[in-house]
């Protein structure tokens, strides 16, 4: 997860740079131009900002979560306007500038607020304040196993519909495709969270029988196979797996297998192998470099190539690090991040892996929202 941490006071920021080291991920700290010091100006991961709006305007969609050390109110003022769909809209955390407290506000289960909220609790003592009715009363809700699992829910008003339901004390019933490539995965890690979980053929998926209406479904098909809405039973939400975009660069000439043994680490480090890869991204100046040519081969996947123009345009849009070895190299400073997020365009995605170095390749993961 990329996660932006928003400041106004020096207190604040001696707070965030310990949220810094606490995160796996990069943590990118803004602080206001008023409590910015000169030894800050010089800081990798640290920039100002003169105006809040604007800042947070521009960071809104730029990363995956934003975390706030000030008053709640500030907050919910700033992004108001912003906010589109829960399941577009990045975790939103907010902190009192002594750390006492955390608060889960916006986009806890499928943006992953509830999450980063009990992540920095701990790493300095605070109490999480998670106010989503299934947390509060100890209920496991479908959107929050589907943001577990990377599995995108539709329709929308069915998240509700059955998180109602199961604060009811309702049980769901998952159903699985079959044919669908990691069916036996998703059923394995659902089974362990508690769940009932059937493997259906496509035919049966939607088949509910008169005397189940009043039971709820959960059920995981190919994005290709939803049904249309029409078409849907009210009790039923459908799941649908994200794509994973696995972004790559790499030194002139490495072989396929250092290029394959790097997707493979970078995979199991978010729990997948490498099977889980839909597309291989990488720069233009790349598309002739046998070693990614053959690794998409080899996993019979495609691979997209971005010019130097789009590349720089996302690396912008998106803030990304960019590195003065690899610009000077190749006229732009970062490869497999701009690649994945232009894999995604415009429905945009969030980073499961930053850039991450292995030997002679990097290799960043991004699910597609």
């Avoid at 995605?349 to 002679?360: D, N, P, V, Y």
Wanted: charged fraction near 20%; include cysteine.
């Amino acid at each position: 997860m990329r996660t932006a941490c928003f400041v106004l006071t020096k207190k604040a920021y001696e707070l965030a740079k310990t949220f810094q080291l606490s995160l796996d991920s990069t943590m990118t700290i803004y602080v206001s131009e008023k409590a910015m010091t000169k030894e800050q100006e010089s800081l990798e991961g640290t920039r100002s900002f003169a105006k809040l709006s604007q800042v947070v305007a521009e960071a809104f969609h730029t990363y995956d979560g934003l975390v706030f050390i000030m008053a709640t109110g500030i907050v919910v003022r700033t992004i108001a306007p912003l906010l589109e769909s829960k399941l577009k809209d990045p975790a939103v955390v907010v902190f009192d500038e002594r750390g006492q407290h955390g608060i889960s506000l916006l986009s806890g289960h499928i943006g992953g607020a509830n999450v980063l909220t009990q992540q920095l609790c701990q790493a300095v003592g605070a109490s999480p304040v998670i106010t989503t009715a299934t947390d509060v009363n100890k209920c496991l809700a479908p959107d929050a196993l589907a943001a577990r699992l990377s599995l995108r829910p539709w329709p929308k008003v069915r998240i509700g519909t059955l998180n109602s339901a199961v604060l009811e004390g309702k049980n769901v019933n998952w159903r699985i495709d079959k044919t669908l490539p990691h069916s036996v995965f998703y059923k394995r890690m659902l089974e362990q969270a508690g769940q009932q979980v059937e493997l259906c053929i496509t035919s049966q998926l939607m088949n509910i029988q008169p005397e189940a209406q009043q039971e709820l479904y959960a059920v995981v098909v190919s994005e290709p196979n939803l049904p249309e809405l029409s078409n849907l039973p009210p009790n039923v939400l459908c799941l649908s797996p994200r794509r994973l975009i696995a972004g790559v660069g790499c030194r002139r000439g490495t072989p396929a297998a250092v290029v394959m043994s790097a997707i493979d680490t970078a995979c199991r480090m978010i729990g997948r192998d490498r099977s889980f890869v839909d597309i291989l991204a990488s720069s233009s100046v790349k598309s002739h470099e046998a070693g990614i040519l053959f690794t998409a081969d080899s996993l019979a996947r495609p691979v997209r190539f971005y010019e130097k123009a789009e590349l720089e345009q996302t690396i912008a849009k998106y803030q990304l690090e960019e590195s003065p070895f690899v610009k000077e190299t190749l006229g732009v400073g970062n490869v497999c991040e701009a690649a994945a997020y232009c894999c995604v365009g415009e429905r945009g995605g969030r980073m499961a892996l930053r850039k991450t170095k292995f030997e002679k390749v990097t290799v960043a993961l991004l699910w597609e929202k």
